[in-house]
């Protein structure tokens, strides 16, 4: 967490360099995995969370600071992974991800017991693929809600902020978001 939020914010209105490296040495992680889930392509991604952070810099000047930072970015950042989905599937795109590429980690060692075998390994990473598949296959309201919720862990009230839903309708799509997916697992569970 930036510790002077008002500081870095002001330093990004004067467009200062310095704090737009900052600014996305700190939130890279959060708006990447948020795109990734999302679009389920590596590549584009990583194109298009580079376009969030110029947009953010270019337009930090309407940031009102009514909402915290990172919630704006997030904000930012899921309105522009519903354009480049839609953008996407007029282009009858279908993701090729990375998903299926994760890299073979080690197995098992005698100087880590506890470590999970190769099977292990391998089945969890086949359940995260599966998990990964079903997302992609939701409408892109219910993604976005089970990502924020159950991929990064955020509050109602911080999903709220960003989606601008209130909290009843956040639960309900949620609920009908995680049926969605419970029934698209159901040959692999």
Known sequence: MISDEPKLIRRLKAHDEAAFREMVREYQHRVFSLVFRMLGNRAEAEDLAQEIFISVFKNIVQFREECKFSTWLLRITANHCKNRHKYLCRRAYRSTTDLDSHEAQPGRSSLYPNSPTPEQLLEGAELEQ???????????????????????????QEIGEITQLPEGTIKSKLHRGRLALKEQLKGYL
């Open 130 to 156: 599966a998990i990964q598949r079903g997302i992609n296959e939701l409408d892109e309201d219910h993604r976005l809600l089970i990502i924020l919720r159950d991929v990064q862990g955020m509050s109602y």
